[in-house]
């Protein structure tokens, strides 16, 4: 990222079983100037802060069944670049299509997919903050739940 971003940063707030490995891959010698991981528990304020001052939130989990951080995000009018391969909540909260679009769903299994959909999401700063302004609709729109 920091070869096509060189003013970007990235802070990685939480904490479980892959956080050793998270940790040995970002901080590889090329940019780790830039990559804050604070080692002290995130209160919500403080992870409220962190929301508000970012461009963009990437929860890339693997599987979300419910997807807390992309609701968080949306409370923040956030845009999200979200792992969406199997359904959860990343699926049902972040719209990938152009027309009412508020992020991209990347393969959170594969860095260079999560690499591509945060330089898609950074290269176009317009679009960018355009996908923060539909978050209060989309949460308001019915889910596939109240279907049933």
Request: proline share 6%; aromatic share 4%; charged share 25%.
């Amino acid at each position: 990222m920091a070869t096509h971003h060189d003013t970007a940063w990235l802070v990685s707030l939480g904490r479980g079983e892959l956080e050793d490995a998270v940790r040995e891959m970002i901080l590889q010698p090329d940019g780790q100037e830039r990559v804050v991981i604070p080692t002290e528990f995130v209160d919500e304020i403080k992870r409220v802060g962190h929301y508000l001052a970012s461009d963009v939130v990437v929860p890339a989990s693997t599987y979300e069944p419910f997807g807390i951080v992309a609701t968080e995000a949306i409370a923040c009018r956030k845009p999200r670049v979200v792992g969406a391969q199997r359904l959860g909540g990343h699926q049902e909260q972040v719209i990938s299509d152009r027309s009412s679009q508020t992020g991209i769903h990347v393969n959170g299994n594969d860095p260079n997919d999560i690499a591509w959909g945060l330089r898609n999401a950074l290269n176009d700063r317009a679009r960018l903050q355009s996908w923060g302004l539909p978050a209060v609709p989309v949460r308001n729109r019915p889910s596939h739940g109240n279907k049933l």
